[in-house]
Nanobody, 126 residues
């Protein structure tokens, strides 16, 4: 298992951008698919997007498609979530996760992910 630590969350206004980072330790994530997920108060966790271990394939939830971008730097053992044109409905705790298998295609179902970070809060004000 790898340990994952998210960072980069904060309070922004609608329309602004944030970049979240997910740094892994205790092992390499280079062979794992990675996902970003979020959970808003009173709501179930939902998938934001995932990236294959090679980085060549990404999938996004319809709600963030065209605004969010996932990319990874395997040399730095880090995955990123670039969030643009943020909306108040993007407010949530954001989690990154590693699937621990690298099975392709990368899966949007959070149940396929083995290792999880502690989350970082993103708040978007209107």
């Amino acid at each position: 298992q790898v340990q994952l630590v998210e960072s980069g969350g904060g309070l922004v206004q609608a329309g602004e951008s944030l970049r979240l980072s997910c740094a892994a330790s205790g092992g390499t994530i280079s062979s794992y698919s990675m996902g970003w997920f979020r959970q808003a108060p009173g709501k179930e966790r939902e998938s934001v997007g995932v990236i294959s271990w090679r980085g060549g394939n990404t999938y996004y939830a319809d709600s963030v498609k065209g605004r969010f971008l996932i990319f990874r730097d395997n040399a730095k053992n880090t995955v990123y979530l670039q969030m643009n044109s943020l909306k108040p409905e993007d407010t949530a705790v954001y989690y990154c996760a590693a699937d621990g298998s690298g099975i392709l295609p990368a899966r949007m179902d959070g149940r396929a992910y083995r290792d999880w970070g502690q989350g970082t809060q993103v708040t978007v004000s209107s």
